[in-house]
């Protein structure tokens, strides 16, 4: 008897689920409460994968053997509710991508802030240092869509906290968590802890011959350390302390304590600010590890050219800098940006608030903004922390109109910084929808 398997939710990772399972001989069958994209339905339909959209038909999806539900769903999602009840095993994507990987090394990269850049210089890294690997998970492709149709030697893969939440096997070789900030809490139940131990679930099943790098700054980190118990090595970095085991900055040099070592001016990094000397020590670290020449890394951390929707300059119009930051979902993000900015700043703000504490960003936006232009359907809790810290703060409803109105209030020498703090989803499809419609706006100026 073929294992009945039922994915729930028809999205990148949903679709690339059900062709691996296609392809490892599982009964597959796709449930969408939503529309799938035609370009989803097209590679489903050629492989011969059953599936539904606009509809869960509950009876069917209760048959199954194991249900993998999408990272974008919700434990209280009803039919979740109900298969838990059934007591169907619920898996997440990176449970099934680590039972089909074979010998494949997984370098996996959590946390709060930080994790998609860290990602995509690690995997720029070995490319130039000639490692055959795939970038996947949160950015890129699937990994399970990767494993079934290009299967590679090693996996960097960019992994959420709800991608850590129905995990029982999966194992990184190398675990990587950049930091832990209040994020995703209408997630979880509005409780940060929750969140924090999704994300040590990245380590939970690790072994001695696996590492792990984390932040040794970064205060959460530090304090929910010894509270999840996990044996690989840890390989600390910092930016106020040597680690003999590990990375660390001192005198304005990134010192790497593994493998045949590594020294490089701070100076040389392609990424600037200080979020980013974390994001290039983990890096580096994680590389060297892989046994990449420190040549390489060093050339590779120089010729970076960054990510799209992060912290990237767009245009200079009549003197104004426009920078589109939409990935920056979370208040932390926010907070780095406008930390790496020194002119005065017209910040765009809003979206779906995650439980956010605007607390955090007062002293920067006293110092540094001007303005503020809410892009939301609700805005009251911005203008219930920074009515009083900032001249004027000014509703909108779309990219363009956003621009357009910190086109006309800004001045030369400004910056318009989009960087909502906020996730995407009421006004556009996702941050990176949210990003280019930013982007069309500021190039039709």
């Known amino acids: 008897m073929k294992k009945k398997?039922?994915?729930?939710?028809?999205?990148?990772?949903?679709?690339?689920?059900?062709?691996?399972?296609?392809?490892?001989?599982?009964?597959?069958?796709?449930?969408?409460?939503?529309?799938?994209?035609?370009?989803?339905?097209?590679?489903?339909?050629?492989?011969g994968i059953l599936f539904e959209e606009g509809t869960h038909s509950v009876e069917k999806i209760l048959t199954a053997d194991e249900v993998m539900k999408?990272?974008?769903?919700?434990?209280?999602?009803?039919?979740?509710?109900?298969?838990?009840?059934?007591?169907?095993?619920?898996?997440?994507?990176?449970?099934?991508?680590?039972?089909?990987?074979?010998?494949?090394?997984?370098?996996?990269?959590?946390?709060s802030n930080g994790k998609t850049t860290t990602t995509a210089l690690i995997y720029h890294i070995c490319k130039n240092g000639g490692l055959d690997c795939a970038l996947v998970g949160n950015i890129g492709t699937s990994i399970t869509k990767q494993i079934a149709l290009d299967p590679k030697p090693y996996y960097v893969v960019e992994i959420s906290s709800f991608q850590l939440d129905d995990i029982y096997l999966f194992r990184p070789d190398i675990a990587i968590l950049t930091n832990l900030t209040e994020d995703h809490l209408d997630r979880y139940d509005h409780n940060f802890e929750n969140y924090i131990k999704s994300k040590f679930n990245i380590v939970k099943?690790?072994?001695?011959?696996?590492?792990?790098?984390?932040?040794?700054?970064?205060?959460?980190?530090?304090?929910?350390?010894?509270?999840?118990?996990?044996?690989?090595?840890?390989?600390?970095?910092?930016?106020?302390?040597?680690?003999?085991?590990?990375a660390f900055i001192k005198n304005n040099y990134m010192n790497v304590s593994r493998g045949e070592g590594l020294s490089m001016s701070i100076y040389d990094f392609a990424l600037k600010g200080k979020h980013n000397q974390y994001n290039t020590m983990a890096a580096s670290l994680t590389t060297t590890l892989l046994g990449i020449r420190k040549e390489k890394i060093?050339?590779?951390?120089?010729?970076?050219?960054?990510?799209?929707?992060?912290?990237?300059?767009?245009?200079?119009?009549?003197?104004?800098?426009?920078?589109?930051d939409s990935k920056a979902t979370n208040v932390n993000s926010?907070?780095?940006?406008?930390?790496?900015?020194?002119?005065?700043?017209?910040?765009?703000?809003?979206?779906?608030?995650?439980?956010?504490?605007?607390?955090?960003?007062?002293?920067?936006?006293?110092?540094?903004?001007?303005?503020?232009?809410?892009?939301?359907?609700?805005?009251?809790?911005?203008?219930?922390?920074?009515?009083?810290?900032?001249?004027?703060?000014?509703?909108?409803?779309?990219?363009?109109?956003?621009?357009?109105?910190?086109?006309?209030?800004?001045?030369?020498?400004?910056?318009?910084?989009?960087?909502?703090?906020?996730?995407?989803?009421?006004?556009?499809?996702?941050?990176?929808?949210?990003g280019n419609q930013f982007k069309e706006a500021v190039n039709a100026l």
């Open 205 to 246: 099943n690790q072994t001695e011959q696996d590492f792990f790098i984390y932040n040794a700054d970064d205060p959460v980190t530090l304090k929910y350390l010894n509270q999840f118990p996990f044996h690989s090595k840890p390989l600390p970095i910092s930016m106020y302390n040597e680690q003999p085991d590990g």
């Open 334 to 434: 926010t907070w780095y940006a406008l930390e790496n900015i020194d002119r005065p700043v017209t910040l765009i703000l809003g979206g779906v608030d995650k439980g956010n504490d605007y607390e955090l960003l007062k002293g920067l936006v006293e110092e540094k903004v001007q303005r503020i232009i809410c892009m939301g359907l609700h805005n009251e809790k911005i203008h219930e922390a920074f009515g009083n810290v900032v001249a004027e703060i000014i509703d909108v409803t779309s990219a363009e109109e956003a621009v357009n109105t910190a086109y006309k209030l800004s001045k030369k020498g400004d910056v318009v910084l989009l960087s909502p703090a906020c996730a995407s989803f009421d006004l556009f499809k996702n941050y990176e929808d949210r």
């Open 5 to 47: 398997i039922v994915i729930l939710g028809g999205g990148e990772s949903g679709v690339g689920a059900a062709l691996l399972c296609k392809q490892q001989g599982y009964d597959v069958f796709l449930s969408d409460g939503g529309t799938l994209k035609d370009v989803y339905k097209q590679e489903l339909h050629a492989n």
């Open 298 to 324: 060093r050339d590779s951390v120089s010729s970076f050219e960054g990510i799209e929707h992060r912290l990237e300059s767009v245009a200079t119009v009549r003197g104004i800098l426009f920078i589109n």
């Open 70 to 111: 999408s990272p974008g769903i919700p434990h209280s999602n009803a039919v979740v509710k109900l298969i838990i009840e059934n007591k169907i095993p619920i898996i997440s994507e990176m449970e099934l991508a680590y039972r089909h990987k074979g010998v494949s090394k997984i370098i996996g990269i959590t946390g």
